[in-house]
Nanobody, 120 residues
Framework: QVQLVESGGGLVQPGDSLRLSCAASGRPLSGFTLAWFRQVPGKERELLATITWSAGRTFYTDSAQGRFTISRQKVHQSTMDLQMNGLKPEDTAIYYC????????????WGQGTQVTVSS
């Protein structure tokens, strides 16, 4: 079973950058797609970006395109990152990483989330 742990959240000012990390453990991630989501209280969880572990193929939603970059590191440790630039107050949310095996349509493995607050 895969376990995911996010880190890197915090309080930043508008225009700042922040890099979130998701550490994966439990089993090899070949055959998995990983993703970053975010959720604002009272709203549905929103997909931001996905990456296939083996090939590193990426996908971005409109909310993330142009400002956020998803990546993964396979050497020494299995981590997935989300580089966020030009942060805005509306980016304030809890950010989650998630994983699903290839061929499964929904993300069933989730981290605990990390809070990102963008405020002056």
């Amino acid at each position: 079973q895969v376990q995911l742990v996010e880190s890197g959240g915090g309080l930043v000012q508008p225009g700042d950058s922040l890099r979130l990390s998701c550490a994966a453990s439990g089993r090899p991630l070949s055959g998995f797609t990983l993703a970053w989501f975010r959720q604002v209280p009272g709203k549905e969880r929103e997909l931001l970006a996905t990456i296939t572990w083996s090939a590193g193929r990426t996908f971005y939603t409109d909310s993330a395109q142009g400002r956020f970059t998803i990546s993964r590191q396979k050497v020494h440790q299995s981590t997935m990152d989300l580089q966020m630039n030009g942060l805005k107050p509306e980016d304030t949310a809890i950010y989650y990483c998630a994983a699903r095996p290839y061929g499964v349509s929904t993300f069933t493995i989730w981290g605990q989330g990390t809070q990102v607050t963008v405020s002056s």
